[in-house]
């Protein structure tokens, strides 16, 4: 699902919980995990920094983490594949995405609040039901 007010629905909710940043090995996701990073200072907010690159550096660090975390934010990474499929989290793991690559995958598009998907711009996506 894509997440249309970030204070709201995305800071709010992992305000005072330990967050998981996954951040890829690009000049936007550096910039954008050194803001953030500010951000979570201030606010007094823990987190685990990992950089990845790759699917399997994405799985060796969920993994390594998953204990630890109820909340996981990809930046740059993640956002083409099926997160759920692929990492297995438990039920109340909520995977928050920034990731500019397309195509977006549609499994996460249409999870049930357990990923969602922050951008400039709201698609214009149909309901889907099984």
Known sequence: ???EDLKKDFYSVISGERLLLLVNFD????CACKILQYLFRCDNMVYTLVPVQGIKGLQDAY???R???KFVLF???GG???LVEILQPDEDVVFFVADNHRP???CNVY???QASYSGTFILNISCFSL
Do not use: A, P, R
């Not at 000049?27 to 550096?30: A, L, V, W």
């Open 1 to 3: 699902m894509y997440i």
């Open 27 to 30: 000049i936007d996701s550096i």
């Open 63 to 65: 993994n390594d983490n």
């Open 67 to 69: 204990d630890e975390v």
């Open 75 to 77: 930046i740059n990474c």
């Open 80 to 82: 083409n594949l099926d």
């Open 104 to 106: 977006t995958d549609v």
């Open 111 to 113: 999870s049930n609040g």
